[in-house]
Every structure is written in C-alpha cells, then in structure tokens.
C-alpha cells in the first residue's frame, strides 16, 4: 500500500487538480467561505492584540477567548478540505487507474475503509497519517524545525498551543509566525493524503 501512496502520478494529480478544485468548492460551498472567513478575522484579532502589553485580567481573559475561537475554526477548515480530498480522490479513480493496474497488486484484508474494522471515518484517516505522513523524512524534519524553536522560544510554544496571553518580544514574535508557517506545512502534507486515500479507497475496493 506504501507503494500505491507514493505513486508520483497522484502527486502530479493533486498539483494540477488542487487549485481549480479548491475555487469550484469554495465558489459554490458558503460553508468553507464563512469558516476561512472566520479564520482571517481572528488570525488579524490575534496578531493585533499580541502587540500591546497584557496587563490586567481582562486582557488576560480576551486572549484566552481568542485562543479558543481562532483554534476552534482552524480546527473546522482543516476538516472540510481533508473530507473533500478525500472524495476528490474517489472522483478522480479513472483517471489513473491504468497506471494502478499495469502489474496486478496485492491487497491487504484492512486495505480500505470499507475493509477496516473502523468505521469511523476521523479515526481511519489519523490511523492513515500516522502511517504514511507522520513517519516520512520531509514531516520529521517539519517536526525537528518546530522542537527547535520551541526550545529556543517556550513564551512562543505557549502563545500558540496553551492560548497563554504572554507579552512576547520581537524574537518571540518572528517565532510565533514560524511556528504557524511549520503547522500550516504539516497541515498541507497531511491534507495531500486525504486526496491520496480517496483515490486508493474506490481502486482498491
């Protein structure tokens, strides 16, 4: 199954598909248009409340409040588009099947979702990244990079992953950023399998 994942065709597929996709879907789904909406007002919220001094409680409890908001969004937009490359991938099955079937493969009993003895959909794709995503060099050294700066910078990591309305310095700051940029990368990578399983999905079934 690793050997169908790397396949370079569905690398290529999801580069020329993604763009377009992504305008059809976002065009036509006021879902996705409200949630990135969300997404940028609070991100703006955030970066513009990080630059004064927090001093009083009431700071302190408008941060957290952000925090919340902000991640809770985030959360929303990564799982709509995993969920719609995923079916994208289902859609796109006949596109390349010939290239899949050129030397019969062997399947695997838990080979697909419909196969696995979770039937959970979440939980099927977590088990699937931890798999094929989690443990590849490109998302370890992702991984390195964020343990770097988290060391170097803890008031940072504690801003981003714990909503601690710390006042950062500008160091701290540019870190911050960083630490966003990496989680965005990771989140990149993990939504090309999405669009990876899809196609094996519906092939392998």
């Given amino acids: 199954m690793e050997e169908l994942l790397n396949k370079p065709i569905l690398n290529q597929m999801y580069e020329y598909r993604k763009e377009d996709f992504e305008k059809c879907v976002y065009d036509s789904e006021k879902e996705i248009k409200d949630i990135e909406s969300n997404v940028c007002d609070l991100e703006q919220e955030l970066i513009n409340f990080l630059e004064k001094v927090?001093?009083?409680?009431?700071?302190?409890d408008t941060a957290i409040e952000i925090f919340k908001k902000?991640?809770?969004?985030?959360s929303k937009q990564i799982e709509f588009w995993?969920?719609?490359?995923?079916?994208?991938?289902?859609?796109?099955?006949?596109?390349i099947r010939n290239e899949f079937f050129e030397k019969k493969m062997q399947l695997e009993e838990t080979d697909t979702l419909l196969d696995s003895y979770n039937d959970d959909l979440s939980e099927y794709i977590e088990e699937q990244k931890r798999k094929y995503t989690f443990e590849t060099k490109e998302y370890k050294e992702l991984r390195k990079k964020y343990s770097e700066i988290a060391e170097k910078y803890p008031n940072a990591v504690e801003v981003f992953e714990d909503m601690k309305p710390i006042e950062l310095n500008k160091d701290e700051m540019k870190a911050l950023c960083k630490l966003r940029d990496i989680d965005i990368e990771m989140g990149s990578m993990e939504k090309k399998l999405c669009f990876k399983l899809g196609m094996k999905e519906v092939i392998n079934f």
């Fill in 54 to 60: 927090i001093q009083n409680k009431k700071d302190y």
């Fill in 70 to 74: 902000y991640d809770n969004t985030y």
């Fill in 82 to 95: 995993g969920c719609a490359y995923f079916k994208l991938g289902m859609i796109d099955r006949e596109k």
